[in-house]
């Protein structure tokens, strides 16, 4: 079982940057692969970017990509996403997942674990 809270939501103009930080409970952490997904007011949830296991792999939305940054740091139990370049349209609540060893990382079916979002708004 894996309990994952977001933070680090907020308003910011566009061009600004925010760092979002997931952090999961449990010993098993460093076993998941661990991902970002984004769902805008009236639109499906698409995924971000995701990273193994072990930090070595990373896989980006084309519409994310070169101006997001996804890491983690399995001493602390905690994945990040640095957001920079922020524009109008990366306005969404933001939510981290975990998923085992299989499965599609694109794919939010295949993710086991949430968590409960972190709203954020960029200004035009």
């Known amino acids: 079982q894996v309990q994952l809270v977001e933070s680090g939501g907020g308003l910011v103009q566009a061009g600004g940057s925010l760092r979002l930080s997931c952090a999961a409970s449990g010993r098993t952490f460093s076993s998941y692969n661990m991902g970002w997904f984004r769902q805008g007011q009236g639109k499906e949830r698409e995924f971000v970017a995701t990273i193994s296991w072990h930090g070595v792999t990373t896989y980006y939305a084309d519409s994310v990509k070169g101006r997001f940054t996804i890491s983690r740091d399995n001493a602390k139990n905690t994945v990040y996403l640095q957001m920079n370049s922020l524009k109008p349209e990366d306005t969404a609540v933001y939510y981290c997942?975990?998923?085992?060893?299989?499965?599609?990382?694109?794919?939010?079916?295949?993710?086991?674990?949430w968590g409960q979002g972190t709203q954020v708004t960029v200004s035009s």
């Open positions: 997942a975990a998923r085992g060893k299989s499965g599609s990382y694109y794919n939010a079916f295949d993710y086991d674990y």
